[in-house]
């Protein structure tokens, strides 16, 4: 279902379900992150639920220092997402503290990375994402003079890895008409002319608020 005006990207508390045929095909991001085949593929054919909890709090320690411009001390958005699969597939988190530090993660699934997000404010939002982030792809369907965008950086850490996977979120008007929540995903490996690159647009249906609103504010990452 169609996400209500009372859900923007400082209120995406409740449930939110991957809609598969309003999304792109993930498989050739999760391939260039290193997910095996068999992985790939039960992903693919199950159902993704987010569990989003949303919460003001002292920020978590970093686990680099701090980067300029980025919040010290006052209270800042955490986000907390318990991310559910079908298929036998086990879940993931994200637990990402929103004040552009950059703080280190470990699962199952990504690996070793580390990882910084924060808000874009204001009318100008999308015009300041564009200038920060020339990946066009970042950028595409979120309007001008829209709504608030949060930016996610990650870096996978580990030897074979070597990925970066920046996100956009935010709300948009889907293919059918509705509003939805999206995600802009760009995953790149290697650098130069041999640099590989593939993009992903997720969309999510509204499934309702959560059946228990506790946040667990432990564990946060980035």
Not at 131 to 142: H, Y
Not at 195 to 202: G, S
Request: proline share 4%; net charge negative.
């Amino acid at each position: 279902m169609a996400a209500p005006a009372s859900k923007t990207i400082h209120n995406l508390n409740g449930k939110w379900q991957m809609n598969k045929s309003l999304s792109g095909d993930f498989g050739a991001v999760l391939s260039l992150q290193g997910i095996g085949f068999l992985v790939r593929k039960a992903i693919s054919a199950g159902t993704i639920t987010l569990h989003v909890s949303q919460i003001q709090a002292p920020p978590s320690e970093p686990s680099e220092d701090p980067i300029e411009g980025s919040a010290k001390t006052e209270n800042v958005t955490h986000i907390n997402i318990d991310q559910t699969m079908t298929g036998g597939i086990k879940g993931t988190t994200e637990r990402r503290c929103v004040d552009n530090r950059r703080r280190e993660h470990s699962d199952w699934l990504f690996g070793h990375v580390v990882g910084r997000t924060l808000f874009y404010k204001g009318p100008g939002a999308a015009v300041a994402l564009a200038k920060d982030f020339p990946d066009a792809f970042l950028a595409e369907g979120w309007p001008e003079d829209g709504e608030d965008l949060l930016v996610s950086y990650v870096k996978n850490l580990d030897k074979a890895g070597g990925w970066e996977a920046t996100q956009v979120w935010g709300f948009q008007t889907a293919k059918d008409g509705t509003r939805r929540y999206v995600r802009n995903i760009v995953v790149t490996k290697g650098e130069g002319s041999s640099q590989q690159r593939v993009t992903v647009q997720l969309i999510y249906d509204f499934l309702g608020e959560l059946d228990d609103a506790k946040a667990d504010d432990g564990d946060l990452t980035y």
